[in-house]
C-alpha cells in the first residue's frame, strides 16, 4: 500500500480534468461565436430590409405631400419587404411599439431617436424605417439569454432629380438652345428624344452637372462644362409630375361677374370671367378662382398688379365679338409691377376640346425696362413648387422671356407636357426653376441661373422622380 504522502505527489489524472475544464471554456467561447455570428448575421439582414425600405418610402414623400405615412409610402415600403422575401414581418407605423417578431415600422416623419440624437426629427422632408426582431440564441441561454432584441435604422430623403426635361420621345430639337450665352443649371437636364438631334445648340454654352440625352446632339460652336450622356435610358417616371392630381376648381362653373372697384382706393378687385388690364396708374388684385376667357394684361402702364395667394383656373371663352381667347397673357409695360406669391396658374384651355384649345401662357417683357416681376409658387400643399400647368393635350406654346433691370422673382415649376416652351429668363433672384415640357427652347439667355435649392418648400421638389438617398 503507498503511503498517502506518495499518493499526495502523483499528478496522473490532472491533465484529464484540465482539459476538460479547458473544453468548457472553449466550447463557451465557440457557444458565443455562434451567437454573435448569428445575431450579426441577422442584423445585416435587417438592415438591408430597412435601408430599402427606407429608400422605399423616400421616393414617395413628394406623392403624400403633408399626409403622414400616406397610402402610397405604405405601399412602396410593404412591396420592398416583399421583394427581400419577409412577407411575414409585421408592418407598424409612426413609433409604435413592436412586438417580439421580426417588424417593420415606417416613421414619416422620423421620431424613433428623437431631436436630441437626431436632427431630422418631425421634419417631413423625411422618412424612417425601423427593422426590430426579438432573436433566439443557440447557447447563450445557458447564461440567461434565451432571446436577444436586434434593431436595424435607416433613414432616407429624396434624391435630387434633374429639373429640365424634354418629353417628346421622338421629335428633333427637343431642346434648342439658339444664343444661350451663359446657361446655368444647377440640376441636370433630361431629353427623352431618341432622335438624331434631340438637342440642338447653336452658339452658346449650356451647363449644368448632367446632360443625358436619349439620342444624339447636334451642335455648333456650343459648349459645356460637363460632359453630354448620349444614348440615355428614358428615366422612370418618363414624366416626373404626371402624379399631379387635376385642381379641385377646375370643374367649377364660370363666374357671373367681372369683380368691383374701389373708389376710395381706386382699385379693382376680379374675381373671375373675361378679365383684361389695359390702364395706366391703375391698381388692380386678382383673387384665385375661374377664368373663363383667361387673363390679359397688355398695356398697363405704370399699374400695380396683385395675384392673391391661390389656385387661377384658365379657360378659353369669347369676346363680345366671338373672338376665342384664354390663356395668361401678361405683357410688362413700362414701370409695371405685378406680384404674385403663393400662387398657381392651371390653363384648363378648351375642355370639350384640349386641342383645339387658343389659350396659352405667356410672360413677356419687350425690352429690359426698369419693372418689376414678382412670381413665386406655393411653398407647401399638393401644389407645392408648381407656378404654371397647361393640362395634358393643350398643345398651345408656352413663353417665358423677361430679362428685367428691376428685377424680381421668378420661381417655380413650369409644367407644360403636351406644348413647346420658349424660355428666357434672367436678372431676376430664384432659389429654384423647373421646366417639364414637351419641347423646350433657350433664345437670348445671357447669365441666366436655372437653380435647384428647394429648402423653402414643405415636401422638397415637386418633381416626382426615381431616386432617393440614404442619409442615416
Same mark, same amino acid.
Not at 435630387?160 to 421622338?170: F, G, K, R, S, T
Not at 399631379?244 to 361677374?257: E, I, M, Q, W
Not at 404674385?340 to 383645339?356: D, I, K, R, T
Given at each position: 500500500?503507498?503511503?498517502?504522502?506518495?499518493?499526495?505527489?502523483?499528478?496522473?489524472?490532472?491533465?484529464?480534468?484540465? *482539459?476538460?475544464?479547458?473544453?468548457?471554456?472553449?466550447?463557451?467561447?465557440?457557444?458565443?461565436?455562434?451567437?454573435?455570428?448569428?445575431?450579426?448575421?441577422?442584423?445585416?439582414?435587417?438592415?438591408?430590409?430597412?435601408? #430599402?425600405?427606407?429608400?422605399?418610402?423616400?421616393?414617395? =414623400?413628394?406623392?403624400?405631400?403633408?399626409?403622414?405615412?400616406?397610402?402610397?409610402?405604405? #405601399?412602396?415600403?410593404?412591396?420592398?419587404?416583399?421583394?427581400?422575401?419577409?412577407?411575414?414581418?409585421?408592418?407598424?407605423?409612426?413609433?409604435?411599439?413592436?412586438?417580439?417578431?421580426?417588424?417593420?415600422?415606417?416613421?414619416?416623419?422620423?421620431?424613433?431617436?428623437?431631436?436630441?440624437?437626431?436632427?431630422?426629427?418631425?421634419?417631413?422632408?423625411?422618412?424612417?424605417?425601423?427593422?426590430?426582431?426579438?432573436?433566439?440564441?443557440?447557447?447563450?441561454?445557458?447564461?440567461?439569454?434565451?432571446?436577444?432584441?436586434?434593431?436595424?435604422?435607416?433613414?432616407?430623403?429624396?434624391?435630387?432629380?434633374?429639373?429640365?426635361?424634354?418629353?417628346?420621345?421622338?421629335?428633333?430639337?427637343?431642346?434648342?438652345?439658339?444664343?444661350?450665352? &451663359?446657361?446655368?443649371?444647377?440640376?441636370?437636364?433630361?431629353?427623352?428624344?431618341?432622335?438624331?438631334?434631340?438637342?440642338?445648340?447653336? =452658339?452658346?454654352?449650356? $451647363?449644368?452637372?448632367?446632360?443625358?440625352? *436619349?439620342?444624339?446632339?447636334?451642335?455648333?460652336?456650343?459648349?459645356?462644362?460637363?460632359?453630354?450622356?448620349?444614348?440615355?435610358?428614358?428615366? @422612370?417616371?418618363?414624366?416626373?409630375?404626371?402624379?399631379?392630381?387635376?385642381?379641385?376648381?377646375?370643374?367649377?362653373?364660370?363666374?357671373?361677374?367681372?369683380? @368691383?372697384?374701389?373708389?376710395?382706393?381706386?382699385?379693382?378687385?376680379?374675381?373671375?370671367?373675361?378679365? &383684361?388690364?389695359?390702364?395706366?396708374?391703375?391698381?388692380?388684385?386678382? $383673387?384665385?378662382?375661374?377664368?373663363?376667357?383667361? =387673363?390679359?394684361?397688355?398695356?398697363?402702364?405704370?399699374?400695380?398688379?396683385?395675384? $392673391?395667394?391661390?389656385?387661377?383656373?384658365?379657360?378659353?371663352?369669347?369676346?363680345?365679338?366671338?373672338?376665342?381667347?384664354? &390663356?395668361?397673357?401678361?405683357?410688362?409695360?413700362?414701370?409695371?409691377?405685378?406680384? %404674385?406669391?403663393?400662387?398657381?396658374?392651371?390653363?384648363?384651355?378648351?375642355?370639350?376640346?384640349?386641342?383645339?384649345?387658343?389659350?396659352?401662357?405667356?410672360?413677356?417683357?419687350?425690352?429690359?425696362?426698369?419693372?418689376?416681376?414678382?412670381?413665386s409658387a406655393a411653398t407647401s400643399g399638393t401644389y407645392g413648387g408648381v407656378l404654371f400647368w397647361q393640362?395634358?393635350?393643350?398643345?398651345?406654346? %408656352?413663353?417665358?422671356? #423677361?430679362?428685367?433691370?428691376?428685377? %424680381?422673382?421668378?420661381?417655380?415649376?413650369?409644367?407644360?407636357?403636351?406644348?413647346?416652351?420658349?424660355?428666357?429668363?434672367?436678372?431676376?433672384?430664384?432659389?429654384?426653376?423647373?421646366?417639364?415640357?414637351?419641347?423646350?427652347?433657350?433664345? %437670348?439667355?445671357?447669365?441666366?441661373?436655372?437653380?435647384?435649392?428647394?429648402?423653402?418648400?414643405? $415636401?422638397?421638389?415637386?418633381?416626382?422622380?426615381?431616386?432617393?438617398?440614404?442619409?442615416?
Amino acid at each position: 500500500m503507498r503511503p498517502v504522502r506518495s499518493l499526495l505527489k502523483d499528478d496522473s489524472g490532472q491533465v484529464l480534468v484540465i *482539459t476538460a475544464l479547458c473544453m468548457v471554456v472553449l466550447l463557451a467561447f465557440l457557444g458565443l461565436a455562434i451567437d454573435v455570428g448569428h445575431l450579426r448575421l441577422v442584423h445585416r439582414q435587417m438592415q438591408t430590409l430597412a435601408d #430599402a425600405a427606407a429608400m422605399a418610402g423616400g421616393l414617395e =414623400i413628394r406623392v403624400c405631400s403633408a399626409t403622414a405615412s400616406c397610402p402610397a409610402m405604405q #405601399a412602396a415600403v410593404k412591396n420592398a419587404m416583399v421583394e427581400n422575401k419577409q412577407t411575414s414581418a409585421a408592418f407598424l407605423m409612426n413609433c409604435a411599439t413592436p412586438g417580439t417578431g421580426l417588424t417593420v415600422t415606417l416613421n414619416d416623419p422620423p421620431c424613433a431617436l428623437g431631436s436630441g440624437k437626431d436632427p431630422n426629427t418631425g421634419n417631413t422632408k423625411f422618412v424612417e424605417a425601423v427593422v426590430t426582431q426579438q432573436v433566439h440564441t443557440y447557447f447563450a441561454w445557458a447564461v440567461g439569454y434565451d432571446n436577444v432584441k436586434i434593431s436595424a435604422r435607416a433613414e432616407a430623403k429624396r434624391g435630387v432629380d434633374p429639373c429640365i426635361w424634354a418629353l417628346n420621345p421622338h421629335i428633333g430639337s427637343a431642346i434648342t438652345a439658339i444664343a444661350a450665352l &451663359g446657361l446655368n443649371s444647377t440640376c441636370g437636364i433630361v431629353v427623352e428624344s431618341d432622335s438624331t438631334s434631340a438637342l440642338s445648340c447653336l =452658339i452658346g454654352v449650356v $451647363n449644368a452637372p448632367t446632360i443625358k440625352v *436619349t439620342g444624339k446632339v447636334a451642335s455648333l460652336l456650343c459648349g459645356s462644362s460637363s460632359p453630354i450622356t448620349t444614348g440615355a435610358i428614358v428615366p @422612370t417616371p418618363a414624366d416626373p409630375m404626371a402624379y399631379l392630381p387635376v385642381p379641385p376648381t377646375a370643374s367649377d362653373p364660370c363666374p357671373t361677374t367681372n369683380g @368691383t372697384v374701389n373708389l376710395l382706393t381706386g382699385t379693382t378687385t376680379y374675381y373671375g370671367a373675361k378679365n &383684361g388690364v389695359n390702364a395706366i396708374l391703375g391698381s388692380f388684385v386678382f $383673387n384665385p378662382g375661374v377664368y373663363c376667357g383667361g =387673363i390679359s394684361i397688355t398695356a398697363a402702364l405704370a399699374s400695380s398688379i396683385t395675384f $392673391n395667394p391661390g389656385v387661377y383656373i384658365l379657360r378659353d371663352g369669347t369676346t363680345i365679338l366671338n373672338i376665342p381667347q384664354g &390663356g395668361l397673357n401678361l405683357t410688362l409695360p413700362l414701370l409695371a409691377n405685378i406680384t %404674385g406669391n403663393g400662387v398657381m396658374f392651371y390653363n384648363q384651355g378648351n375642355v370639350s376640346n384640349p386641342a383645339a384649345s387658343v389659350g396659352s401662357l405667356s410672360i413677356t417683357a419687350p425690352v429690359p425696362l426698369v419693372n418689376a416681376l414678382n412670381l413665386s409658387a406655393a411653398t407647401s400643399g399638393t401644389y407645392g413648387g408648381v407656378l404654371f400647368w397647361q393640362a395634358r393635350g393643350v398643345a398651345t406654346s %408656352g413663353t417665358y422671356l #423677361a430679362n428685367l433691370l428691376g428685377g %424680381g422673382k421668378f420661381e417655380g415649376a413650369i409644367y407644360q407636357p403636351s406644348a413647346k416652351v420658349a424660355y428666357a429668363v434672367g436678372l431676376l433672384t430664384s432659389s429654384y426653376n423647373i421646366l417639364v415640357a414637351d419641347q423646350i427652347n433657350f433664345t %437670348g439667355q445671357v447669365l441666366s441661373t436655372v437653380g435647384s435649392n428647394y429648402a423653402a418648400l414643405a $415636401n422638397g421638389s415637386p418633381l416626382h422622380g426615381d431616386t432617393a438617398v440614404l442619409v442615416q
